[in-house]
């Protein structure tokens, strides 16, 4: 596709259960990144792939938070147990080379109830 | 800690009136400098990035200014498609930080 892609737009899910979001990004960009937006605030950075590989998690918030890049390509981003504070909304973007210009998707709005 | 401000948090200006966003940083070696723009219910949109005190880049209505603490975003006679959240963001050694963003309103 001519951008980024994110499923599902919107979820909506239960405190507790466990939810998965998926990154399409351009093809062709190595760099993969997973941002969170609160209402009225900026993107808070939670990691970062080049490739495969995690290059910098340090801003997942806790051990609840996992993201995956397994064939360098799609990403998703997983939450275990989820809480009502983890509702905002998930941004990703990728780049051509690490810390080039990143393209954002629309993101997934999560709404746990 | 890299740190990114921006200021006001909004603006609200009659449509043709110029004006500028500021951003304000602290980075440990800066690698670049991003603006994007955000509407509502959309994800960030790439604008500019500046690279070295001195630079400037241009689009439109829009310009884009750096120093070594600060960065502006000029606005020159906007109209309402203009309105929208206006982020800042600087990248140190590591990963991008953002500001809280400008939200910026044109009033026809």
């Known amino acids: 596709g001519a951008g980024v892609s994110q499923t599902p737009s919107n979820k909506v899910t239960e405190k507790g259960k466990y939810v998965e979001l998926r990154c399409d990004p351009i093809?062709?960009?190595?760099?993969l990144y997973w941002y969170r937006q609160s209402l009225g605030q900026g993107p808070e950075f939670l990691i970062y792939?080049?490739?495969?590989?995690?290059?910098?998690d340090s801003g997942l918030p806790n051990d609840r938070f996992f993201a995956v890049r397994p064939e360098g390509s799609v990403s998703t981003l997983k939450i275990q147990r989820t809480e009502r504070g983890d509702s905002a909304v998930y941004l990703c973007?990728?780049?051509?080379?690490?810390?080039?210009?990143?393209?954002f998707g629309q993101g997934t709005r999560l709404t746990v109830v | 800690e890299d740190q990114v401000t921006q200021s006001p948090e909004a603006l609200r200006l009659q449509e043709g009136e110029s004006s500028s966003l500021n951003c304000s940083y602290t980075?440990?070696?800066?690698?670049?400098l991003f603006w994007y723009r955000q509407d509502p219910g959309k994800g960030p949109e790439f604008l500019f990035t500046?690279?070295?005190a001195g630079e400037e880049k241009e689009k439109e209505r829009l310009k884009a200014t750096l120093t070594k603490k600060e960065s502006f975003l000029h606005i020159t006679a906007p109209k309402p498609e203009d309105s929208a959240t206006y982020l800042c963001?600087?990248?140190?050694?590591?990963?991008?930080?953002f500001g809280q963003g400008t939200r910026l309103t044109i009033n026809p």
């Open positions: 973007a990728s780049s051509i080379a690490l810390h080039t210009e990143a393209f």
């Open positions: 093809s062709g960009h190595t760099a």
């Open positions: 792939f080049q490739g495969t590989g995690a290059a910098d």
């Open positions: 980075v440990s070696g800066l690698r670049g």
């Open positions: 500046l690279y070295s």
């Open positions: 963001a600087v990248l140190g050694a590591q990963k991008l930080v």
